[in-house]
């Protein structure tokens, strides 16, 4: 068996196998060349994966959201609830908030073992939750929402992002076994359901941010519906928005 390359190597290796793809600069690690293609279950998706940290287009955007709304709040202070907490924002929170807790009704390894919908915290406990790609697997949604907002604090912030995956959300009659589970494919109108809880939603987008970034999905969905995925709808364009919303307690 051939030895196993270390990462720096396997990054300048495919940077220099790679001279006629498109560059561009990595805001989580800063590495600046090409980006890996990715061929998830619902198609190839082309300059998708930072080589050197592996950040997908939603991380690097949602790191560009988290570096500008806490850019003048004391990190050290945050009292912070993560939700299915991945591994890459896992180990940067940790370093970053003074108080930095994790919850999952499943996952191995968190801190509280919990359900969204029926949290046992006390009104008023944390300055930010977070919750990346976690509401689409969750019927009742509504009582999720409702209860994210009710454990923030005055002013505190919620931070839930979905896969924008439709023009306009669509709810399945049941959880699709190829798309992790999902009951809904949300769409831009799916944001609307915060700003029943919340003070007000922002709402940043891959517009939002310099397009060295590489914060859009390229990936064709025009095929739809398919075998596997027969609830969604065909989006036009080879080149489709994400969207993170910071929701206002």
């Not at 001279?19 to 989580?28: D, G, N, S, Y």
């Not at 061929?39 to 500008?68: D, M």
């Not at 969204?116 to 790609?133: C, I, K, Q």
């Not at 699709?176 to 359901?193: C, I, K, Q, T, W």
């Amino acid at each position: 068996m051939p030895p196993k390359l270390p990462a720096w190597l396997k990054t300048a290796l495919f940077r220099i196998r790679n001279p006629r793809k498109l560059k561009f600069t990595c805001p989580v690690c800063r590495y600046c060349g090409p980006f890996r293609d990715i061929s998830p279950a619902t198609g190839l998706r082309i300059h998708a994966k930072c080589p050197k940290c592996g950040s997908l287009e939603r991380h690097r955007l949602q790191a560009l959201v988290l570096n500008k709304i806490l850019l003048t709040r004391d990190t050290r202070r945050m009292r912070v609830l993560h939700f299915a907490p991945e591994d890459f924002f896992r180990h940067t929170f940790e370093r970053l908030f003074g108080n930095y807790e994790t919850a999952d009704i499943a996952m191995p390894g968190v801190q509280h073992r919990v359900d969204m919908r029926a949290l046992p915290f006390e009104s008023g406990t944390y300055d930010l939750v977070y919750a990346s790609h976690v509401l689409e697997h969750i019927q009742d949604d509504d009582a999720a929402i409702r209860e994210v907002r009710r454990i923030l604090k005055p002013g505190g912030l919620a931070i839930l992002p979905v896969p924008l995956v439709s023009e306009r959300t669509i709810e399945y009659p049941e959880p699709n076994p190829f798309e992790s589970m999902h009951v809904r494919a949300p769409g831009l109108d799916y944001f609307d359901r915060y700003k029943k809880h919340f003070s007000s939603v922002t709402l940043y987008t891959s517009d939002n941010f310099p397009a060295q970034h590489q914060t859009y999905a390229f990936e064709d969905r025009t095929h739809y519906p398919s075998s596997t995925h027969p609830h969604l709808k065909p989006m036009h364009g080879e080149r489709h928005t994400d969207v993170v919303p910071v929701c206002h307690a």
